[in-house]
Structures are given as structure tokens and as C-alpha cells.
């Protein structure tokens, strides 16, 4: 039986003083960056935070680059630590289509443990590679440069009609304690970022409301959006420090990790497919041989944004989309069975008829012929939710090819994890991505401590 005791708390962040200009110094996740953006941040600004997050390769190296740039930051006034552990709420309002959606997240920290635990539950596969990367960063830096994104579901404070105990029909006891402690909080940031979204960050310090929200999310399972490698890292990094440790609490800020809570039913909860870019050593004409043995292949007649909005959503059950420089192929399956036969038998049923794992282990490796250790090189295999941006690199670089799916269903991988959270590796989870600043919870020494 999964345990389901979430440890999650206030924290002391390092965050920009309030003088600088917060559009000009965040950065996207750094798995999305390319070496063009990367440069494009640099000169947008002395204190963007792909300083720290995907530094340059120059002098000392990368990861030594980042530590210096924070040691170098706090001496200056540039970072600085809130006195009173807080949680931060985060508001993020953005459009997707013609729709304006406005996202409510939540600042914390949350212990660390091993997935067997089973308070945070993950859902996607992570390789050695950007664990290693995000370890190093970590070890040089001695912070959380970024949350892993979380949600749980909001539930309880409902009376028997279905409404919580303000007399509201929406929403469970979490929000309604945020909604309560808005005039209380201290808002601490509002700016627009280069890609349009309105931020807001404001701190919640005051004790009665702190210790209520760490009561309410005591009996929270936690599940994994995006940040798996984050997390494991977290975890390598806090074996490290017990490993060097005489003593041991528990209580040291690298037991924890920080990390961004949003409620499943959020109105700004949007999840969007997470499409895969690489460059295929194998024939196309090959590979689409291999295809039509087990997916119906049919040429798709528009863009591949049209393709992912359209096409797509209206093919039913599992489908695909696969684009070259010929354009973009929509694959419905076809032979079920011998899809089911080319993937590791030793998952469960479930897990075998998600989209990531069919994209994953029958299209990527059987059908275009990647190896895993190509999989894992981010110069070779790349990720974004944006199909036009998708279809403009393949159109400018020989032999990249991108794979498509449809949005995922948060309640069906919720479902499927919270009965086999053993297998993790279900289909990669994806909001719209956030822009990362720099508010990091953990460090290696009491005098940074996060709480």
C-alpha cells in the first residue's frame, strides 16, 4: 500500500532584488534552450538567469561558471535570501488559441525520497546524462535552480452538497486556504516575460496560514509533471551530503527540493503534447516501410500545426504524426498486437498502450531506428510543445524528423500512476512551459539554509 505523507514546507528563497527588471532575466527551462537562444539571453541581460541555469563553456568550465556567477550575484546584492521562510504563489496568465487561461502555482519545498515511498509519484522514464548535468550544476552552486513542477488533486472542505466550507461550489480546502490568505500576503513581483505571459509572485509568511497549508498538503500524494530528472537529482545530491555528514537529522536543507504546486483542477492546469525532434541516420523510404507494418500511414495535406490541432484530435484512439522535409504523415495504428509484441513485456498492460511508450519504443527505436544512448544525447533528441517551431527545424536541417501526439489526459496518467507507480515510465506530462527565474530552496551549508 503507497504511503501518501507529503512533506512539503515553507522555505527562505534566493530571489532578484526587486530593483531589476524581472523580464529581462528569466529564462525558459534548459533542456528547451538552443546554443542561438542561449546567446540571445546572455546579451539580454548581465543577471539572466541562463547564467546559472545553462552557463557558457569558457574559463573554469560551465558548472564552475554558475557557482561563481551566484557567489558573485549574493556578494553584490544581486540574489538575495528572504528572512522568513515563505510559501510563494505564483499566478501566470498566458494564451493558447483563442483562449486566455490564468495558472495558480504554489512555492514550496518538499522532501525528498526515493519513488517507493510513493508521496511524489513519477510517470516518465530519466536518463543518466541530465542527471549528471543537473547533479554537477547542483554540487557547484548549492541551490535549486529551478522547481520541479508538481500537481496534486485538491480535494476535501466539501460538505455532503459539494461545496467547500466557505459556501463555494469550485475548487477544495487548498485553494479556498490561498483564496483566504490573499489580503495577507506581500507581493513581491508583477512583470510581463518576452513571450507575453503576465507573472505575479507574492509571499505568504504569516505562521497561521503557513501551518495550515503544510497540515492540508500532509495527506497529499504528489505527482510529477515535468522535472523527473530534477527530482532524482535532488535526491542523488542529497545522498552525497548524508554520505559526508558525522551527523545526520533530517532536517538539512538537502532533504528537500524545491517545487512548484499547481491543483489538477486549476483553470489554467492546460496540458499540451511534448512533440520529439532528431536527426535519423535510417532511409525515410526504410523507415516508413517499417511503419505501414503496423500503422496505416496517410499523407496529411496542411501544416503541422494543423496536423497536431486537427488531425489528430479527430483521429481517434492512438495516433501519431510524423513529420519529414515531404511534409507531415498522420499514423493511426493499425496492428495493435504486433505494436504490443515490440514492447517490454515486463509492463504492465496500461503502460504498454500509452502514447509515449508506443512513440517512444516502436516509432523512435524499431521503426526509425534510434538506439537508446541517442535518445539520451539532448544534441541529437530534442523536445518542444510548439508544432510550427517543430516544422520550420525541419525544414531547415537535413534528416531531422519530429514525431507528433495528440494532448494527453492528465486523469488517465493520474489513474495510471497512482495504481502502478512502480513502472514510472508512462508518457512525458507537460503544461505550458514555465519561465525559470532564480528562486532556489536548498543549500549545502546552514548558513544558506532554506528554512
Known sequence: ????????????????????????????????????????????SPYNAVRIEL???????????????????????????DERAAFYVHRQTFRHGEREYTRTMLFARVRVEPWSAGTVLPHEQTFGGPKEDRLRLMRATQLNPSPVFVFYRDE?????????EGGRDDGGRIRGLLEASEEGRTNVAEFVS?????????????????????????????????GHHRFETALSYRDEAKAAANNWTGEEPENFAMIALVAQD????????????????????????????LFEVTTFEGSAADLVSQALPAAGGTAFGLLSKDGPRLLRVKDAAAI?????QERSPEWRALSYAIANQVILRQCLGLAEEQMKDYSRFWFTEDAEKAERSVRGVRRRTPCFWSRCRWRRCC???????????SRRFSGRRRRRACCSTCSSSPSRASG
Open 415 to 425: 489513474r495510471w500512476r497512482t495504481r502502478a507507480s512502480g513502472c514510472r515510465r
Open 340 to 344: 504490443d509484441a515490440l514492447m517490454p
Open 1 to 44: 500500500m503507497l504511503a501518501s505523507m507529503a512533506d512539503v514546507r515553507p522555505f527562505r528563497a534566493l530571489r532578484y532584488d526587486s530593483s531589476l527588471d524581472l523580464s529581462s532575466i528569466v529564462c525558459p527551462p534548459f533542456d528547451t534552450i538552443s546554443a542561438e537562444q542561449q546567446r540571445e539571453l546572455y546579451e539580454r
Open 266 to 293: 486549476d483553470p489554467g492546469m492546460l496540458t499540451l503534447p511534448t512533440h520529439r525532434l532528431t536527426n535519423i541516420e535510417t532511409p525515410l523510404a526504410e523507415a516508413l516501410e517499417r511503419l505501414e507494418v
Open 194 to 226: 518576452p513571450d507575453g505571459q503576465r507573472q505575479s509572485l507574492s509571499r505568504l509568511d504569516d505562521e497561521d496560514a503557513v501551518a495550515e497549508l503544510t497540515k492540508a498538503f500532509a495527506d497529499k500524494t504528489i505527482y510529477i509533471a515535468d
Open 55 to 81: 552557463a557558457e563553456e569558457s574559463g573554469a568550465g560551465r558548472y564552475e561558471n554558475s557557482g561563481a556567477t551566484v557567489r558573485q550575484w549574493m556578494a553584490d546584492g544581486v540574489l538575495r535570501r
Open 156 to 164: 476535501g472542505g466539501r460538505d455532503e452538497g459539494g461545496r467547500d
